[in-house]
């Protein structure tokens, strides 16, 4: 199967052509923001962090916000800084330099003061439009394909139709020699024997056993009790009772099929097939670091609803749940309620997800991104100093 | 897929159902247990997407949904009544006999 994407100089492939402004900083959001205003086909990202932090903390800050810029999705990269953060924008944007797009970056003390970075920041931005406007999608196999999975704000219907469809996508799009990265390990707890249980090698398996039994630890160590926060007490009113059934329900979206790799936080895969990536349970925090790996599009289950979207990539929504689709059909763009009725079987509904994919990735927008739904957000592993 | 009840049975081992609709104490629910047809009298009103025992599970004993543990009963449970939170705690992500 093929779908029509853009070619990237560095030969990976993006379903969209963004032109994307990168702030190191928080406190060069403001100016990104003021930069990005008004123009059509330019994305910021809000980054609150890129400052006063040390070591991996600022790594994968810097790795995450790299990641966005090295993402096929996006076209050429404008990164502001303000001058005296410890994650400067030069810094940034030499890391993005091999892909062989264009990246500039502006610093807001050095041009000294927000009108003019905008100024200076828009007249750069205008150029990479117009060079952009000229690039033509062409057919790419689905192999090129990244595909992220994603599960939020669920309830019963998601572990009995939404996940079990999407599965049956996954496993589509690795028949057809693509990846699908499998993520928020917290939600693999009390799952993960099923799942190292499908590892290519041992080790690999032994990998998703020590993640899960790091988070369990963390968990336990901060004395809390996770039921707090997960399952959440919408799983909870929507009828999951425990963190393992929410899991269970949830390792269906990943599909059948062998796992490949595990890769840490914002990572790139460097597996064809199923991988899984190490996040946690908040949403945006893995939608996140999958964008920052180089995934292109997205699906993401849903049985209470959410309006998630990514500013780069389209996020696919899906639900089980009649109702819900009912009442937030401006933010679900398919609904399987038919599955849990009986009236559609997972594999049907699993075919009419991918062609879905395609469609999308081929250039129909996802409703998150009709209605701007940029949600962007860094999984924090340290305090800033 | 055949004609569904009113509650879904995941797997052959589980020990309890998922409504499918909302379902009243003293009604009964047709479902397909293990390939056999078994009507069961509901002990509590069970909201949409919630659970309840399709036998009676012993007070400590596991909870199988999905063919799998999802966590440990509190209390006995008898055939038909409301699985949840109240009366089934997890194995997992929290300190021993918290």
New interface residues.
């Given amino acids: 199967m093929e779908f029509q994407g853009y070619r990237r100089p560095d030969g990976k492939v993006g379903v969209r052509n963004h032109v994307l402004v990168i702030p190191s900083v928080v406190c060069s959001q403001g100016a990104a923001e003021m930069i990005s205003r008004n123009m059509k086909g330019v994305v910021y990202l809000p980054n609150v962090f890129g400052c006063a932090q040390v070591g991996e903390d600022r790594a994968q800050t810097k790795r995450t916000l790299v990641g966005f810029g090295l993402n096929p999705n996006v076209f050429s990269i404008l990164v502001v800084g303000n001058g005296c953060e410890n994650l400067p924008a030069k810094e940034i944007a030499e890391a993005i330099a091999p892909s062989k797009k264009r990246v500039e970056y502006i610093e807001i003390q050095e041009v000294g003061g927000t009108k003019k970075t905008a100024a200076k920041g828009k007249k750069i931005l205008r150029e990479m439009l117009a060079d952009a406007a000229q690039l033509q999608r062409q057919p790419i196999p689905v192999s090129e394909l990244i595909f992220a999975t994603e599960c939020g704000g669920s309830d019963y219907t998601s572990g009995l139709g939404s996940n079990p469809s999407l599965g049956a996508c996954s496993d589509l799009i690795i028949e057809d020699g693509g990846t699908v990265i499998l993520s928020e390990t917290t939600e693999l707890i009390g799952a993960e024997h099923l799942l190292a249980k499908r590892a290519r090698t041992p080790e690999i398996g032994k990998q998703v056993l020590d993640l899960i039994a790091w988070w369990e630890k963390e968990a336990i160590a901060t004395g809390q009790d996770i039921r707090g926060a997960n399952p959440a007490p919408g799983n909870i009113a929507g009828g999951i009772t425990t963190i393992e059934e929410k899991s269970l329900g949830c390792i269906y979206k990943g599909g059948t099929k062998t796992l490949e790799e595990v890769v840490k936080y914002a990572f790139p895969p460097t597996k064809k097939g199923l991988v899984l990536m190490d996040t946690p349970g908040h949403d945006i925090d893995q939608l996140t670091g999958m964008m920052a790996g180089g995934s292109q599009i997205a699906v993401f289950t849903t049985g209470r609803g959410t309006p998630t979207g990514s500013p780069i990539a389209p996020v696919i929504k899906i639900s089980a749940n009649a109702e819900t689709y009912k009442k937030m059909k401006d933010n679900i763009d398919i609904n399987v309620s038919a599955v849990v009725q009986g009236k559609e079987t997972v594999k049907e509904a699993g075919k009419r997800i991918f062609d879905e994919v395609i469609a999308v990735a081929s250039g129909k927008l996802s409703k998150a991104e009709k209605l701007g739904q940029r949600d962007f957000c860094i999984f924090k592993i340290g305090i800033n100093f | ?4 009840s009113k509650a ?1 049975v ?1 797997n052959e081992k589980d020990n309890v159902a ?3 609709t909302p379902m009243k104490t003293g009604s009964t629910v047709s479902l397909e247990v293990q390939g056999r047809a078994e009507k069961i009298k509901l002990l509590s009103d069970i ?5 309840f025992a399709l036998r009676g599970i012993d007070q400590g004993a596991d ?1 199988i ?2 063919g ?4 440990r009963t509190t209390a006995a449970i008898a055939k038909g009544e409301h ?3 109240h009366n ?8 021993e006999g ?1």
Avoid at chain 2, 47 to 51: D, L, N, S, V, Y
């Fill in positions: 897929m055949a004609a569904r879904v995941i998922t409504a499918v909201p949409m997407g919630h659970k909870v949904k999905y799998e543990p999802i966590g699985v949840h939170v089934v705690v997890s194995h997992r992500g929290r300190k918290a």
